[in-house]
């Protein structure tokens, strides 16, 4: 409801968190896997071009493929962070109010991030 906004954020910020929480909910009732396509569909971070050569549109396809599984195995909180700054390419500040969290644990909590989806793929490229 509207008369819940109480100023203290960013208008943008608390419908976000709205969104985001509506989103988490209905995930964890129907417990489906976050699309990372989807989320990259929507946010329209994609990047492509006409004149990209077949087999280089094919590597980054690939490649695509491998961060969407890598993105599944990590936790929920690293997931939904690098959605929102790389995907989304949400301020710092924004994260930090959309998930209640500060700015310094956006900040640890994206570095812990990145490294567990570094990780991630590292492990899937040593797989025979």
């Known amino acids: 409801k509207l ?24 995930r964890r009732r129907r417990r489906v896997t976050v699309s990372v396509e989807q989320s990259r569909e929507d946010t329209g971070n994609e990047p492509e071009s006409d004149d990209d050569a077949p087999d280089d549109r094919m590597m980054r396809e690939e490649r695509v493929g491998e961060v969407q599984r890598a993105l599944l195995e990590l936790t929920e909180d690293h997931r939904a962070i690098l959605i929102l700054r790389e995907m989304q390419e949400m301020a710092y500040e ?11 644990t956006v900040r640890s909590r994206l570095s812990r991030a990145r490294n567990a989806l570094r990780d991630q793929l590292l492990k899937m490229q040593a797989e025979p």
């Not at 100023?7 to 910020?13: A, H, W």
């Not at 709205?18 to 909910?25: E, H, K, V, Y």
């Open 3 to 26: 008369d819940t906004f109480q100023q203290n954020s960013k208008f943008f910020t608390w419908i976000h968190r709205i969104a985001f929480n509506a989103a988490l909910s209905r």
């Open 94 to 104: 924004d994260i930090a109010d959309v998930l209640n969290i500060s700015i310094g």
